[in-house]
């Protein structure tokens, strides 16, 4: 596969960009288990979480598409979501509507639900902490953080370049 000769020109994510180029369903297995966890260690906390964050969405754009689709797609199912109750739930209010409002909060409760279960279910096989708060505190501000560091990777995807710094 010549290796990550495709992608020199890359200073960060050459090692995503080559694995998921050469992998496939009969090379590749996923394990979910406690002993395939990998604990990452930030010396400079929320600098490095930032400067990783940026990386790995620059490098997502070089991947093929059906894995760029399949990570987006999560997210935008989650933002419809959110767009549909809010539009549900406003609907009910101004219309006096008690039945859709109800239906709307109770779709929302039964998302939630359905989240915090995957997450404990993880969380327990991964044998990691787990605060169910926090899942729904984070799937509302994560669009905002989406946004966030969509309009700052615009302004770094030069640092991502080995050409551009070398210069």
Known sequence: CKGFSKHLAIQYGDDDIFTNEIMNKSNTRTEFSEEALVITNYENGNESIKETRLRRDFTKRFLKTSAHIFFSFERFSDFMFYAAFIMT???????NNLKITIIAGALFIIHYIMQAAVCHNASRTLNTPLNSSAILIYDIIRPFIDIYFRIIGHKSNIKNYTWKIRR
């Open 89 to 95: 739930a406003l609907r009910g209010v101004y219309d």
